[in-house]
């Protein structure tokens, strides 16, 4: 499994960084994403710092792990308990073993799986309510992890992992982000400038004020007037599975 990502801060939050993180831990053959809730600014908190070491401790989680065995929801739970930042973030945790991968999500960050041009998963959104996703907090306050929804997928030599932020999916539909696959594999693109390429037109269509984007189309769905794209932190992590899968 070959990884590389793209962030883009919103353009106000650049100074700071962002509220996102996201990992790749090429051994472990593992990636992840999470986007700290933007809420808590009104209380003068930094939500990425809790999303930074909720992915640090992520990470440390997975290296942890017996070698060739992947327990998602034990990852996630050893992650939640040791992050002691005040704040709350969307967490996706994906590994691949034994020709499947192996994933968790709570929020509504996640990933799908393309194949020859289609399609075949999408971890469905998690949330209370519109825009108001399931999420981890440090404590006992936020939701729990065992509230996070596990998948195995079972992948095939050639397919694409794109996992992401909602900046990616606020504002691309599924067709946009296999266009750019599509034409990246036959350009022979690296999975970085593949992401790359994804982030830069999910910002271009976040600053379209006239475009019907997916966000717009579910706040009008909610009953709010909401036209256009969503500016916001973007994530995107794409992975390629190589031939021989346990690569």
Request: hydrophobic letters at 40%; one cysteine or more; charged letters at 20%.
């Amino acid at each position: 499994m070959l990884s590389g990502s793209s962030y883009l801060p919103h353009p106000d939050k650049e100074a700071t960084g962002g509220e996102d993180a996201h990992f790749i831990c090429t051994d472990e053959q593992a990636i992840g994403v999470a986007d700290g809730v933007g809420g808590w600014a009104d209380v003068g908190i930094n939500a990425g710092l809790y999303a930074q070491e909720l992915v640090s401790n992520s990470v440390k989680a997975i290296q942890e792990e017996p070698k060739g065995s992947f327990n998602p929801v034990r990852v996630l739970e050893k992650a939640h308990s040791n992050t002691k930042a005040k704040g709350s973030s969307t967490a996706c945790i994906i590994a691949l073993t034994d020709e499947a991968l192996n994933a968790i999500n709570l929020g509504d960050s996640g990933f799908i799986v393309i194949r020859g041009g289609s399609i075949v998963f999408k971890s469905p959104v998690k949330q209370h309510g519109f825009n108001f996703p399931y999420q981890l907090e440090s404590g006992n306050a936020g939701d729990h992890p065992s509230s996070a929804e596990v998948f195995t997928v079972p992948v095939a030599s050639g397919d694409v992992i794109v996992a992401g932020t909602d900046g990616l999916f606020d504002n691309l539909y599924n067709n946009d982000i296999i266009a750019v696959v599509v034409s990246a594999i036959r350009a022979k693109l690296e999975p970085q400038v593949t992401a790359q390429k994804i982030a830069a037109l999910a910002r271009q269509q976040a600053l379209d004020k006239k475009r019907q984007s997916p966000f717009a189309a579910a706040a009008q769905e909610a009953g709010y007037r909401f036209y256009g794209g969503k500016l916001d932190d973007i994530t995107v992590v794409v992975s390629y599975i190589s031939n021989s899968v346990s690569e």
